[in-house]
């Protein structure tokens, strides 16, 4: 897979679609949310200088050096302190042309918690 091509599998709404979530700052490679349910906590997504970069309210949750391969499915587990049956966490980002972020989607304990189509 060549991270360079355009996602073909996106639909043609675009926004934000989250009930306890709001986007505080998105740019290239960078995600910044604060959630309110099913957790309370800030997710940041940082994919600069070859490293993807994962923290739930300022803990490391995730980290990989992508020189080669940018990872477009992260898997990890939230902090102790949330609910044992809401701790799995899944981030899917699907890139367009040059590696711009079209869709980035969280799901919390099986349940999509955010969705971004840009």
């Not at 306890?20 to 700052?25: D, E, N, V």
């Not at 739930?56 to 990989?64: D, E, I, L, N, Q």
């Not at 080669?68 to 939230?78: A, G, T």
Request: glycine residues 8%; contains cysteine.
């Amino acid at each position: 897979m060549n991270p360079f091509d355009a996602s073909k599998i996106l639909v043609d709404d675009r926004g934000v679609f989250a009930d306890g979530a709001k986007l505080i700052r998105g740019s290239f490679l960078y995600r910044d949310i604060d959630f309110e349910s099913p957790f309370q906590g800030r997710l940041v997504y940082d994919g600069w200088w070859f490293r993807q970069l994962v923290q739930v309210s300022g803990v490391r949750a995730w980290m990989r050096i992508s020189w080669l391969k940018i990872h477009r499915k992260i898997e990890f587990v939230l902090p102790a302190e949330i609910d044992p049956l809401l701790r799995k966490c899944c981030i899917d980002i699907h890139f367009g042309t040059g590696l711009s972020i079209r869709r980035f989607q969280v799901t919390v304990g099986g349940i999509v918690s955010y969705d971004e189509i840009c």
